[in-house]
């Protein structure tokens, strides 16, 4: 009688591990399959600023960051997405040194275009961006430092496909589009705006 007991306990409590099953656009996750709590996102790539001859010559600076889904409630496929990133180049120009940083935190909504767990994820998004500039450039003495710090409200649409290689795990790239208001570099204005080009890898806990 306990073993019976034992064995029913075992049997009627729910599964952690994700059960697949086959369909019209890839494996996809059993009905039964407890609900994903979020999903990370890892970026690393390259942004490229639209105005060149502007951020010249700090205008193709490395880009990493990151990304948090979260489900929207009542919602299979619309999702909270919340993220942050930083960018980064660095030149040198006869006597002097340019370099500029970003910081940026970023929030909007995240569309998944496939059933949670199919092999293939494509997805798109939209939001609005606070971005933080230090921008610098350094002369051969002290005194001939110019340095630009400023925060900007921008937007951004980012768009997406992704791999599930293994059960919760992800690989795939992503294009993101950023504006957003003047920023200064170089004590002149600059309108904000950039597309970046990234390698995601992803996770679902």
């Known amino acids: 009688m306990v073993l019976g007991a034992l064995a029913g306990c075992t049997t009627d409590r729910p599964s952690r591990r994700a059960r697949y099953t086959s369909g019209p656009i890839g494996n996809s996750l059993a009905e039964d399959a407890l609900p994903v709590p979020f999903q990370l996102d890892v970026q690393f790539g390259a942004r490229e600023v639209r105005q060149r001859a502007a951020w010249d010559p700090v205008d193709d600076p490395y880009e990493i960051g990151f990304n948090v889904r979260t489900p929207v409630p009542g919602s299979r496929f619309l999702n909270f997405d ?46 609005m961006a606070l971005l933080f500039f230090d921008n610098e450039i350094r002369g051969e003495v002290a ?56 390698l995601t890898f992803g996770a679902r806990f």
């Open 82 to 127: 919340f993220g942050g990133r930083y960018a980064f180049d660095k030149a040198e120009r006869g006597l002097d040194t340019f370099e500029t940083q970003l910081y940026q935190l970023d929030g909007g909504f995240v569309l998944a275009l496939a059933e949670p767990g199919s092999i293939v994820q494509p997805f798109v998004g939209l939001g």
């Open 143 to 198: 005194e001939d430092t110019i340095r630009d710090r400023n925060a900007v409200l921008g937007r951004y649409l980012r768009a997406g496909m992704a791999v599930e290689f293994r059960p919760a795990q992800l690989i795939g790239v992503e294009v993101r589009y950023t504006d957003g208001d003047n920023t200064t570099y170089n004590g002149v204005e600059i309108p904000v705006e950039a597309v970046s080009i990234a």
